[in-house]
Every structure is written in structure tokens, then in C-alpha cells.
């Protein structure tokens, strides 16, 4: 004899056959019901919870992580310019004598240039590669280098034979 609820069979196939092919009004057909709304609940509550994290990183924590972190903060440079374009009227002050800029912040790398910002006046710039001869970066190291620190040592003579 063929089961009465085939489709309802293939549909929810949790348990085993005995317990599928019994009349929906049974206790069995509740017991589906609440496993299948267990399991969305808890794909649902994994969802929201990665997506509250997301969002959570990007409004809170992404702005304030360091720029060779992978973060937003933008990081500090120094441009040297060529001769010919320290007098370009920049918004920023640049050192004739140096051809460096002063410290900048860097918000991105382009393809033919920078696009910085003086700390000062905020206001962005994009600089184009041909204006720019180098770029010293202005980054701490993550962690302090310990440095040794010779000390003086007064000479003695040697003795002679």
C-alpha cells in the first residue's frame, strides 16, 4: 500500500518513514513543524548577528584602525616634488629649499597620482605622478624598536715590551 501523504513525504523527510506517513493532525506533524522553525531561527539569529557585526565594524571601528591595517585612518606623507612644480600654488606649503612638502594626509592611492589632504586647511588635492619625485611615509612602527645606545669607554694604553 502506497503512503497517503507522498508529497508530504518528500517534502519532510526528517524522521523515519513510519513517523512521516501518519495522519497531519498527529503529534509527529508538529514536531516537523518545530524543528523546521528551530532551524530558520537559528540561520536567521546567525545572519543578523554577522550582518549587526558588519555594520557594527564599519561605523565604529573602521575609521579609527590604522591605515596599514587595512583600517581607514588616513596615514601621514611627506611629497617630494620635482623643481619645476613647487611653485604650482598648492594649498598646502611646500619647502623650496627641500622641494618636500609638509606632513599630509594620504587618503588614496590613484593610478596616476595621490590624493592627500593638508591636516590644516582639509582640503583634498589630487597630485599627479609627474609632480611627485618620491613619497616618505610619516608611519610609527607598530611596535618600538629597542635601540642600543653605545657607551663611552675611555681609552688605556697598552703596555709596550
Known amino acids: 500500500m502506497p503512503a497517503p501523504y ?34 530558520g531561527f537559528v540561520v536567521f539569529v546567525l545572519v543578523f548577528g554577522l550582518l549587526t557585526t558588519a555594520v557594527m565594524y564599519g561605523a565604529f571601528l573602521y575609521g579609527r584602525s590604522p591605515n596599514g591595517l587595512g583600517g581607514g585612518t588616513p596615514s601621514r606623507v611627506i ?36 590624493l592627500v589632504r593638508d591636516p590644516v586647511s582639509m582640503i583634498p588635492v589630487i597630485v599627479k605622478s609627474e609632480a611627485i619625485v618620491g613619497i616618505i611615509g610619516e608611519s610609527a612602527p607598530l611596535f618600538p624598536l629597542a635601540t642600543s645606545t653605545p657607551t663611552p669607554v675611555q681609552a688605556t694604553n697598552t703596555p709596550s715590551p
Open 6 to 39: 507522498k508529497s508530504f513525504k518528500n517534502l519532510y523527510d526528517l524522521k523515519s518513514e513510519k513517523c512521516i506517513t501518519r495522519s497531519r493532525r498527529g503529534v509527529d506533524w508538529i514536531d516537523i513543524r518545530l524543528r523546521q522553525f528551530a532551524r
Open 79 to 114: 611629497l617630494i616634488f620635482h623643481e619645476s612644480h613647487t611653485e604650482y600654488g598648492w594649498p598646502f606649503r611646500v619647502n623650496s629649499a627641500t622641494n618636500q612638502s609638509d606632513p599630509l594626509d594620504m587618503l588614496m592611492q590613484l593610478n596616476d597620482g595621490v
